[in-house]
């Protein structure tokens, strides 16, 4: 499903490292599908530019989807710069000075609060006059139902800060609100849309009848082979007939999902207790999920440890002791040189990127299997560290 499997014939020797490698035919294939999804269930489906954002790949992007999500002014300024579509923004809140900006880039902007809202809405009201663009403005919901597992990607998990309770939620403050906004998931599936959606409509339902949209968030891994499809558009067509509503959904990984490699080498390998390598990589600095969520990356050609002849654990090149990425076994020991190939490191990879120890930023890179052209778009130098330092 990826590069090296797909295309045995790119050489992978010959890639610079450490680089991320976007594999234009898996995206592709990816787009194609969230453009089925639109076009069956009658919604939009905006990229989340949190989780994916890549220069070389928007122009592709763009083609399928009809907008993005932002977090900030920063990205809905590169929402508004590279797509020209529509430009949302969802964040815990916004200060004066950002939420003027984002009126300036935004079509929806979503509140977390009602405080936001209130406190807000007259800036938008002087921008309006001023002779600004209209925005459409939307609550974010806190269901108050679980799906996610683990705690820190739970944004429904005791005391969130994250959208308004129904205990919280104010009738009387929503005129000027076109939209409800809800996201609870992470990497689930449709019966967990589906299950969320009765909790939504059994706590709000006197509401969404009177809205223009309902988004219901990202977190849907609709490209994920076993995701299933009828059954997202059967519940999303059924919501937006049942209310009367625009539906968006806003995935960030699902758009990615499978469409990536991190290219790394073996600089050495040492014994302690076992066989270390040490690549040119690092888990804190160039896929901080694999610490944070905590996660074990596949890699290719590579087994659980003892499952193959030599089990080897894989370490970062920062000072810091945890830079480990994991114990994996191949069928010889690893080299100098070796080339490692780690799956699926299109999302939420190169927008977590950090310098930290100053260690090189990883290339980034496209394959077109179209024209089987392998092209580094990006190489980071000096100048990238230094700038953040101040
Ligand atoms: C993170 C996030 C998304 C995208 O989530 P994915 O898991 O990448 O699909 C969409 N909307 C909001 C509000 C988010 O916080």
């Known amino acids: 499903m990826f590069i090296s499997d797909r295309v045995p014939a790119l050489d992978l020797d010959a890639v610079e490292t450490p680089c991320f490698v976007i594999d234009l035919g898996a995206l592709t294939s990816n787009l194609e599908l969230l453009r089925q999804v639109q076009q069956a269930a009658g919604c939009k489906i905006l990229l989340a530019l949190k989780g994916f954002a890549a220069f070389p790949t928007f122009g592709l992007v763009r083609q399928y989807l009809p907008g993005v999500t932002s977090s900030s002014p920063h990205e809905a300024r590169l929402g508004r710069a590279e797509f020209g579509g529509e430009v949302h923004v969802c964040a815990p809140a916004y200060s004066d000075a950002d939420f003027d900006e984002l009126l300036t880039l935004c079509d929806h902007a979503v509140f977390n609060s009602f405080s936001q809202w209130q406190r807000l809405r007259p800036r938008y009201d002087r921008h309006r006059a001023a002779g600004g663009r209209p925005l459409e403005f939307g609550i974010r919901l806190n269901p108050e139902h679980r799906e996610v597992d683990v705690e820190l990607y739970d944004p429904c998990g005791a005391c969130s800060r994250l959208g308004v309770t129904r205990e919280q939620f104010r009738p009387d403050l929503l005129d000027g609100i076109s939209g409800l906004h809800f996201h609870n998931l992470c990497e689930l599936g449709s019966d967990a849309l589906e299950r969320t959606l009765a909790v939504v409509e059994a706590k709000f339902g006197e509401f969404l009848g009177r809205m223009k949209w309902i988004n219901m968030g990202g977190g849907h891994h609709i490209t994920r082979p076993d ?3 009828e059954r997202l558009v059967r519940i999303v067509r059924a919501f937006r007939e049942r209310w ?4 968006y959904l806003e995935p960030g990984e699902a758009i990615a999902l499978g469409t990536g490699v991190l290219v790394a ?8 207790g076992m066989e270390i390598a040490i690549l040119d990589t690092s888990a804190t600095a160039h896929m901080p999920d694999v610490l944070e969520m905590p996660y074990r990356p596949e890699i290719v050609g590579a087994g659980l440890p003892g499952e193959r002849a030599h089990t080897v654990r894989l370490g970062g090149l920062t000072c810091l002791a945890g830079d480990v990425i994991g114990d994996y076994s191949f069928d010889r020991p690893l080299q100098v040189g070796d080339t490692l190939v780690f799956r699926d490191m299109a999302h939420y990879t190169m927008v977590k990127t950090s ?3 100053g260690v090189r930023t ?4 496209t394959w077109d299997p179209a024209v089987r052209r392998l092209q580094v778009h990006r190489r980071f130098v000096y100048g990238d560290y230094a700038s953040r330092l101040g």
């Open 362 to 365: 990883p290339s980034i890179a």
């Open 265 to 272: 080498r073996v600089l050495d390998v040492v014994r302690n």
């Open 355 to 357: 310098t930290f120890n």
């Open 227 to 229: 995701y299933d499809v």
């Open 244 to 247: 009367g509503v625009e539906v």
